[in-house]
């Protein structure tokens, strides 16, 4: 029985031991773990904190180029009615020509220029004839 007694408490003390053994290697075995999760971890934190950064600088580079763009888009609007007005203005005056034309020819004079279309159809060039005008040198009006 002293036999059975002694490895019966050698057994308890071992189980007592492993018991404790194995928390403690449980404790060890948390720590290697969360020490090789932080080291697994952290390049992967500093990439994040890099990629924040890198967007937040591509995000205000956006920015200013839309910037940018809105104040193209301001000057193209503003430039297409500058266009638009003066080409107003050409009809206006181009009008204004053909009737001042008609007026001298009813009136049984002869233009000095007239507006003529080149023979292939593009834009027109304006004949001008000097003769007979007296603010320039040169003319029939030289006395």
């Given amino acids: 029985m002293i036999t059975t007694a002694g490895g019966w408490v ?4 071992q189980s007592r031991r492993t018991r404790a053994q194995n928390r403690a290697d449980d404790a060890t075995a948390s720590e290697k773990f969360a020490s090789a999760a932080k080291t697994l971890i952290e390049p992967l934190r500093q990439e994040v904190v890099a990629l924040r950064i890198g967007s937040k600088a591509q995000q205000a580079t956006i920015d200013k180029q839309q910037r940018t763009i809105n104040r193209l888009e301001a000057t193209q609007k503003a430039n297409i009615a500058h266009i638009e007005k003066l080409d107003r203005k050409i009809v206006y005056l181009t009008h204004g020509v053909g009737v001042l034309t008609r007026q001298i020819t009813r ?10 279309d080149n023979e292939d159809g593009s834009s027109g060039r304006i004949v ?16």
């Fill in 10 to 13: 050698g057994s308890w003390i």
């Fill in 128 to 143: 001008v004839d000097d003769a007979g005008d007296p603010d320039r040198s040169g003319s029939d009006g030289d006395a």
């Fill in 107 to 116: 009136a049984g004079l002869q233009p000095e220029w007239v507006y003529s």
